[in-house]
């Protein structure tokens, strides 16, 4: 809750004026059954219509400017919970966005999503039904109490001593509300997951017709979130008749013992119709403090599950490089001998089987490797380690000599271009997808087009770079949508281009003419190629086998062939040199 409530004192100032507002509205509130009280029992007899008028004047003002003012403070106080939320919104998503991959894969993302929008909104109406109910309620149960003191103490003793079962009950019941909303958040997220995996595989779930299957899953789930929900909404729900019942017994005890003091002339009538109304005034403030509880340990929950989100160590993204010989050497651009280098590297996903086991290999600048292998064999894990998304378990990752964990990640990344396995486009214009946000020149967009053998198909249609790709590119071919990732990850003139089965979706003729264009325009660049045909990889400097997560050949293509059997098989299959 401290992380919520730091980003609640900028707002401090306009609370406090809000809740000020609020004060003077309810307390005018409350003079109300007073005037009432005092016009029925020192007013009406007097037959003076002059005093009835102004009276009555002064209630039908007090009410006015009550109104008012709860309506300026409540408009108030959706202001504030608007601008705190803006900003605890926008930071929470800024945080996401700095979550090393192993974080994302540790919350999941349909829980991120969740907390980015269902936990926010829970704290967004917390802060608002506070700020509107927070102040309101707690003025009218005690100025209620105070003024009924004034009219009869007897009476109020009567209210006084229902209060604390009412507070006992209300806490014994609360307690267990964050533990049941934590469980039901929990459940939102797994809903939010199926819908997701069924929006975006629907064509898969039309085409195996599995759609009654996954209408039963999300019925499954649907379910488990309405049952929690239900459970926890009964649970606390139970405040509010426990507040009735005590009430309604004090309200009965407050009518017997009232006609009884009438009776002896210890009160007037009007005393009692005051009472009874501060009465009512006091059962729905009790019944808005228990509401209050319940969205109180909401947001609790919801607090707790954003506060993981902000206060969480980032294991990977270093804001400055600690090491000054470090910066020293990038900045100068202070060479060692290999451009990429690493050193005995050992990753695990899981902390149980590994990915890849003791990975060393050298990479001099403006050559090229390629990465070929079975599936599963670790490929991309190496792509993934080199961008800093994962940290090695073991060994060390060097880019010029200097360990890429000293290296601020924004800078890093900007090294590569890069297209990977299962790569995204925008609902944006093809010339928006290939900047992405760089500000590069046409020039360079041009180029890059060219480079990937997109200008073909984007010369031909009438709107050319303008042309506006739907969600996941899904107006565009899977050929298309490759040239458009190898513009992408061209256009930003990298120092190291990484490919990850970056031409499976190309016909023979344009991999060919896209090897040749790699060759002539990108001669200075670095280049990791992966690739499940050895055709697409065989011109590479050098070129490294996996297997099993291990290096099982290394060399260039002539030496595989008779040095790696696995290399070998692969060639024979593929090429027919049975």
């Known amino acids: 809750m401290k ?29 109300i059954p007073w ?10 007899y007097k037959r003076d219509i002059k005093q009835i ?174 049952e929690k929900d ?22 009965v005890l407050v009518v017997v013992v009232g006609a009884y003091r009438v009776e002896k002339g210890a009160i007037q009538v009007g ?43 980032q294991d990977l993204d270093i804001e400055e490089i600690k090491n000054i010989d470090n910066q020293i050497a990038l900045k100068n651009n202070c060479k060692s001998k290999y451009h990429i280098q690493f050193k005995n590297v050992t990753f695990s996903y899981n902390k149980k089987s590994k990915a890849i086991k003791n990975i060393s290999f050298e990479i001099k ?64 214009s093809i010339y928006e997808n290939i900047d992405f946000g760089r500000n590069l020149s046409d020039r360079d967009i041009k180029k890059a087009a060219i480079s990937a053998q997109a200008m073909d198909f984007i010369g031909q249609n009438e709107y050319g770079f303008e042309k506006i790709i739907s969600q996941k590119g899904n107006n565009l071919s899977g050929g298309q949508k490759q040239r458009i990732f190898l513009a992408r990850a061209f256009a930003g003139n990298p120092k190291i281009l990484l490919l990850d089965d970056a031409s499976s979706a190309l016909d023979f003729k344009t991999e060919m003419c896209l090897r040749e264009s790699l060759l002539e325009n990108y001669k200075a660049t670095t280049k990791i190629i992966i690739d499940s045909r050895i055709n697409s990889i065989k011109k590479c400097s050098k070129i490294m086998v996996l297997d099993d997560g291990e290096i099982v050949g290394y060399g260039d293509h002539d030496e595989l062939l008779k040095s790696c059997p696995v290399y070998s098989e692969i060639n024979e299959i593929q090429n027919g040199d049975l």
């Open 271 to 313: 005393v009692i119709v005051a009472f009874l109304s501060y009465f009512t005034i006091i059962l729905n403030a009790m019944k808005a403090a228990t509401k209050l509880f319940i969205l109180y340990f909401k947001a609790k929950a919801s607090a707790i599950r954003i506060s993981e989100i902000l206060e969480i160590e």
């Open 53 to 226: 008028y102004f009276w009555g004047f002064l209630m039908i003002l007090c009410a006015a400017v009550g109104a008012f003012s709860n309506i300026y403070a409540n408009r108030n106080a959706a202001a504030v919970g608007r601008d705190v939320i803006n900003n605890l919104r926008y930071d929470l998503y800024k945080k996401i966005n700095t979550l090393s991959s192993s974080q994302i894969d540790y919350f999941t993302v349909p829980s991120l999503i969740s907390r980015l929008t269902n936990d926010t909104n829970n704290i967004y109406r917390t802060i608002c039904i506070m700020q509107k109910l927070g102040v309101r309620a707690p003025i009218l149960i005690i100025g209620g109490i105070m003024i009924t003191l004034t009219l009869d103490p007897v009476l109020t003793f009567i209210l006084i001593a229902i209060m604390p079962l009412i507070a006992f009950f209300i806490f014994l019941i609360s307690k267990r509300g964050v533990s049941l909303y934590m469980n039901l958040q929990k459940s939102i997220d797994s809903l939010v997951r199926v819908i997701r995996e069924n929006i975006t595989g629907v064509k898969v779930i039309k085409a195996f017709s599995k759609a009654d299957y996954e209408r039963e899953r999300f019925y499954g789930v649907n379910k488990d979130v309405s």
């Open 230 to 251: 239900t459970t926890a909404n009964i649970v606390m729900s139970l405040n509010q008749p426990i507040v009735n019942i005590l009430f309604n017994l004090g309200l």
């Open 35 to 44: 005037i009432l009280a005092y016009i029925i029992d020192n007013v009406i």
């Open 3 to 31: 992380t919520i409530i730091s980003y609640i004192k900028p707002e401090l100032k306009r609370m406090i004026w809000g809740l000020s507002i609020k004060f003077v509205g309810t307390t005018i509130d409350l003079c």
């Open 365 to 428: 600048e403006g050559d090229s490797l390629g990465i070929i292998g079975p599936i599963g064999s670790g490929k991309s894990t190496i792509i993934l380690l080199l961008m800093g998304f994962y940290k090695a378990n073991q060994g060390q990752i060097l880019i010029n000599g200097v360990n890429i964990d000293d290296i601020d990640k924004a800078e890093l990344r900007n090294m590569f271009g890069v297209v990977f396995q299962n790569d995204y486009l925008f609902s944006k």
